[in-house]
């Protein structure tokens, strides 16, 4: 069974219900950093997303 990378952003900002989950690392990356930059206007790098909000399930 491949595994995933999940971002649940109501994990984080519990009026956010957002949630990403793919087994492509990268396409998880750019969608979690599209959402974060345009719903919450955060910009975050890969790897603060790898290690801040992606979780592999």
């Known amino acids: 069974?491949?595994?995933?990378?999940?971002?649940?952003c109501e994990?984080?900002?519990?009026?956010c219900r957002f949630i990403i989950q793919s087994?492509?690392?990268?396409?998880?990356?750019?969608?979690?950093?599209?959402h974060m930059r345009d719903v919450h206007?955060?910009?975050?790098t890969a790897e603060e997303l790898r290690s801040k909000h992606l979780k592999i399930v």
């Open 23 to 34: 087994e492509d690392e990268a396409e998880a990356i750019e969608l979690a950093k599209r």
């Open 41 to 44: 206007g955060q910009d975050y």
């Open 11 to 15: 994990a984080a900002a519990a009026d």
């Open 1 to 8: 069974m491949a595994q995933a990378h999940k971002l649940d």
